[in-house]
């Protein structure tokens, strides 16, 4: 099966800019994760959704960052503006259910300069 | 917030030697995995087990779960070069599906 497909791969903006990224989870995974990882840290869960419907969103900083997921399939986050430390690796992952492991796509690299 | 912290941080071995690694939690799970990190790539799983499970066997991967000590340990058995990466143990909580992340044990096998 096709694995969990994310775009781009590399992002480099300069801070108080725009950026989205996409992620296309595995067909008929019900649940998608966005997940932010910081160079030497663990990845950090921003956003959940079930379906289309946000499901846990209590650690995404919502004055800046948003995301949605559209007819249930893909997804997009957006940051705007940047700042310096939004400087991270963000990974899509997505699940069949509670008893299955995440299948993660490759991440996009952003670099805010 | 992380869960889960593993030990030790960082692990160095000689190919063929075994590698162990640990994770403690805080509060109850439904579930705990380990996931697999190269450099610069996205996370692969690698096992689950559930909290009614004490020991699970995959390949040449070893968990074990001690939900009285809140704390799981991995074993990679016979290491080769390939297995130099990141580790994660990540736990899921009753209720809903997502997991939360420990901060990794970085392990380099020395051929």
């Known amino acids: 099966e096709a694995g969990v497909a994310q775009s781009p791969r590399y992002k480099i903006i300069e801070k108080r800019q725009s950026v989205a990224f996409w992620c296309n989870p595995i067909?008929?995974?019900?649940?998608l994760y966005w997940y932010q990882q910081i160079l030497g840290q663990g990845p950090k869960l921003l956003i959940q959704f079930q379906n289309n419907g946000v499901v846990d969103d209590s650690q995404l900083p919502k004055d800046r960052f948003s995301a949605e997921r559209l007819k249930g399939v893909d997804s997009t986050l957006k940051i705007q503006p940047a700042k310096l430390e939004d400087s991270a690796v963000y990974l899509c992952a997505s699940s069949p259910g509670v008893y299955y492991g995440y299948t993660f796509g490759s991440g996009t690299r952003l670099t805010v300069v | 917030s992380q869960q889960g912290e593993e030990d030790p941080q960082a692990l160095s071995i000689q190919e063929g030697e075994n590698a162990t690694m640990n994770c403690s939690y805080k509060?109850?799970?439904?579930?705990l995995q380990w996931y697999r990190q190269n450099s610069g790539r996205g996370l692969v799983h690698l096992i689950l087990i559930r909290s009614n499970e004490r020991e699970k066997h995959s390949g040449r991967l070893r968990v074990t779960l001690d939900t009285s000590k809140k704390s799981s340990s991995l074993l990679i058995t016979a290491s080769r070069a390939a297995d130099t990466a990141s580790y994660f143990c990540?736990?899921?909580?009753?209720?809903?599906?997502?997991?939360?992340f420990g901060t990794g044990t970085r392990l380099t096998i020395i051929p």
């Open positions: 067909s008929g995974h019900a649940t």
């Open positions: 990540a736990t899921a909580n009753f209720g809903n599906e997502k997991l939360t």
């Open positions: 509060t109850s799970i439904n579930n």
